[in-house]
């Protein structure tokens, strides 16, 4: 006897593949306001500027470190690496960032920092990329 496809099972195969087509192309945008805080993450500013610089900020280092990744990880993830675009600021608009040169503390060492907060060495956090890091994070990107 032939096997007869059955209809039902069909439509629920289109329905679902439908489905998860317009899932994957819902815009899943990141800019200040929607999945990125408009204030970059301040406590993360903090950190940066005690680790990179050795600059003195209110609490013990672990602290500044633990107050940096868990404002980092209430960031969505698909949105952390932008999140720490936007908080590194543009090289034409440094002021639209949330680093800030200090004496004795340029914001460069600041954005290494910064560029590996994701990394296992410091926050562990997954990304877009579905790993603990940030892909094109060089300064030709966002200059």
């Known amino acids: ?12 195969a289109a329905v679902l593949v439908s489905v998860f087509a317009a899932a994957a ?6 800019y200040p306001g929607v999945g990125i805080p408009i204030e970059p993450i301040p406590n993360c500013r903090q950190y ?14 672990p602290m500044a470190k633990q107050l940096c990744c868990h404002e980092l990880a ?3 993830q698909q949105c952390r690496c932008d999140a ?14 949330g680093l800030i040169d200090l004496p004795g ?4 060492p600041q954005r290494d920092l910064v560029r590996i907060l994701v990394t296992p060495e410091h926050c562990n956090l997954a990304t877009i990329h579905n790993a603990p890091y940030c892909l094109g994070m060089d300064e030709s990107q966002w200059q």
Not at 25 to 30: L, M, Q, W
């Open 1 to 12: 006897m032939a096997s007869k496809s059955n209809p039902s099972l069909l439509l629920l």
């Open 25 to 30: 192309a819902i815009d899943s945008s990141c």
């Open 48 to 61: 940066a500027e005690k680790a990179a610089c050795g600059v003195d900020t209110q609490g013990p280092p």
């Open 74 to 76: 209430a960031i969505p």
């Open 84 to 97: 720490l675009r936007y908080f590194m600021g543009r090289k034409i608009r440094p002021d639209l960032g």
């Open 105 to 108: 503390c340029p914001r460069e």
